[in-house]
């Protein structure tokens, strides 16, 4: 199986991730704003980072695919 997320993609992870930690920390309505003001600044998808990030994702992504096709292959099928 091969999964592989174009920045864009990336860039929509990283947004979903960023509301829900300025949700749940229980920062103030100033504070949310300046991290989504962040958020907007600095995840363009046609930047250099959010190019960087998407590899990063799609490394750690494939990483963990193949380490759980190796382990189902070892599980014997009786356990």
């Known amino acids: 199986m091969r999964l592989e997320l174009e ?3 990336a860039r929509e992870l990283l947004s979903l991730i960023v ?3 300025a949700s749940e920390t229980g920062f ?3 504070d949310k704003a300046q991290v989504r003001r962040w958020r907007s600044e600095s995840t363009r998808t046609a930047s250099e980072g959010m190019r960087e990030l998407a590899a990063k994702l799609n490394a ?5 695919l193949r380490d ?3 382990s189902a292959i070892r599980k ?3 356990a």
């Open 7 to 9: 920045p864009e993609e």
């Open 19 to 21: 509301d829900r930690i």
């Open 28 to 30: 103030g309505d100033q």
């Open 60 to 64: 750690d992504l494939e990483r963990t």
């Open 68 to 70: 759980k096709e190796k």
């Open 76 to 78: 014997p099928d009786w």
